[in-house]
């Protein structure tokens, strides 16, 4: 039997919620900055490139950078409340016969 997770908290879940929203508003600002970058790079090095290329460069790395962030930040928020405690190891020796 699993024990209970500690985001069964309501305010201890709120909180972890809340942290996961900030570190999201925070990764989109760096993205945004980071788009930004890449794509004055490919423009100042004076390539003759059409916008159909910026325009995929622009969602690749967006979307690439939002993913990665939006994946750690669950695995954060997983360890940092102590749910990954909370969850049952059945390779534990205790289960095997």
Same mark, same amino acid.
């Given at each position: ?17 809340? #942290?996961?929203? #900030?570190?999201? #508003? %925070?990764? $989109?600002?760096?993205?945004?900055? %980071? $788009?930004?970058?890449? !794509?004055g ?7 003759? !490139?059409? /916008?159909?290329?910026? /325009?995929?460069? @622009?969602?690749? %790395?967006g %979307? ?10 669950l $695995? ?5 409340? @102590?749910?990954?405690?909370? /969850? ?7 289960? #095997?016969?």
């Open positions: 039997m699993t024990s209970r997770s500690p985001l069964d908290d309501p305010d201890k879940a709120a909180f972890a919620w809340g #942290r996961y929203k #900030r570190l999201m #508003r %925070v990764m $989109v600002l760096v993205t945004l900055v %980071v $788009v930004a970058l890449v !794509l790079y490919i423009y100042v090095t004076d390539s003759a !490139l059409s /916008i159909h290329f910026y /325009i995929a460069t @622009g969602l690749g %790395v %979307v690439a950078m939002m993913l990665t962030a939006a994946l750690m930040g $695995v954060f928020l997983s360890s940092g409340t @102590g749910h990954d405690e909370s /969850i049952d190891d059945p390779t534990n020796d205790k289960w #095997r016969d």
